[in-house]
C-alpha cells in the first residue's frame, strides 16, 4: 500500500532523514520508533504531503506520489497528530470540526454521519456539539481519529498518538485503533519514541537513529532479542526497564 525508497529529507543544511526505505502491505501496520531527533516524525509528515523538500521515492498502491499532492489524496491518506488539543479548532465544535472534511471532499449525509462517527470511536452523541476544552485528553484524540477517518480513508499515519496521554488510556486508544484497522481494513504507519506502544500496534518495526533506519525487524524477533543493531537492543533494554519498574 505505502513504499519508501532512498527517502531523503534536508533541512538547510542538515539532512534529518537518509536513505530510507521501506514498504507497507494493505491492512498491514508498520512502526518507526526512535529517539527525538532521529527523523521519524520528518518521515511522516513527507508522506503526508506536509513537507514537499524531500528526494526519493514514495509510491501509493504503486503509484509515485509527488511533492505536491491532490486533493484525492487527503481522502485516501489521512493524519492523526500527537497533541489532540493543538490538532483541534479551539473556536470550533466538535460538530464543526467532524462536518470540515465531509464539505472539503464533497460528502454528503453529514447529520448521518457525525454521529456514526461519533460511535465507531466510542463517543456518546451529547459531545458533538461541545467545544475541545469540555473534553478530556482521551476524548479529544479519539474525536482526532474520528476526523481522520470520517472521509473514509485507507491510510492513517499516527504520530505519537498516545504520547500526551495517561498511560491509562494510552492503552485503551491502542485498542481502539486495533478495532478501527480490523474493521475497517486500514493501513497504519505508527511513529513512536515508546517501543511498547509501536509492538502493542504493528508486527513490524523500524529503528531510526540519527536520520537513518537501522534495522527493520519483526515484534517477534524483538521479543527473542534477535537484533542486529545496538541502538534497538539499548531501546529494547529500556523499554523492559521501565516495564519492570
Not at 211 to 238: C, Q
Request: hydrophobic share 45%; proline share 6%; net charge neutral.
Amino acid at each position: 500500500m505505502i513504499a519508501v525508497e532512498n527517502l531523503h529529507i534536508r533541512f538547510g543544511s542538515f539532512a534529518a532523514v537518509r536513505n530510507v526505505s521501506f514498504a507497507v502491505g494493505k491492512g498491514k501496520s508498520f512502526g518507526i520508533v526512535g529517539e527525538s531527533g532521529s527523523g521519524k516524525s520528518s518521515v511522516l509528515r513527507a508522506l503526508a504531503g506536509l513537507n514537499r523538500d524531500w528526494h526519493g521515492r514514495i509510491l501509493l498502491e504503486g503509484a509515485p506520489l509527488a511533492p505536491h499532492r491532490p486533493r484525492p489524496f487527503f481522502r485516501r491518506v489521512q493524519m492523526v497528530f500527537q497533541d489532540p488539543y493543538g490538532s483541534l479548532h479551539p473556536r470550533q465544535t466538535i460538530d464543526r470540526q467532524l462536518a470540515e472534511p465531509l464539505i472539503v471532499h464533497g460528502i454528503g449525509g453529514i447529520d448521518t454521519r457525525i454521529p456514526r462517527a461519533l460511535d465507531e470511536v466510542a463517543l456518546p452523541p451529547n459531545l458533538r456539539f461541545r467545544y475541545p476544552h469540555q473534553l478530556s485528553g482521551g476524548q479529544r484524540q479519539r474525536v482526532a481519529i474520528a476526523r481522520a477517518l470520517i472521509a473514509g480513508p485507507e491510510v492513517l499515519l499516527l504520530d505519537e498518538p498516545t504520547s500526551a496521554l495517561d498511560v491509562s488510556v494510552q492503552a485503551e486508544i491502542l485498542n481502539l485503533l486495533a478495532d478501527l484497522q480490523a474493521a475497517r481494513d486500514l493501513t497504519y504507519i505508527l511513529v513512536s519514541h515508546n517501543l511498547a506502544v509501536v509492538a502493542h500496534l504493528c508486527p513490524m518495526i523500524g529503528v531510526m537513529q540519527g536520520g537513518e533506519l537501522v534495522e527493520t525487524l519483526s515484534v517477534e524477533d524483538l521479543r527473542a532479542g534477535r537484533i542486529s543493531h545496538p541502538h534497538t537492543a539499548s531501546l529494547r533494554a529500556l523499554a523492559i526497564e521501565l516495564e519492570v519498574a
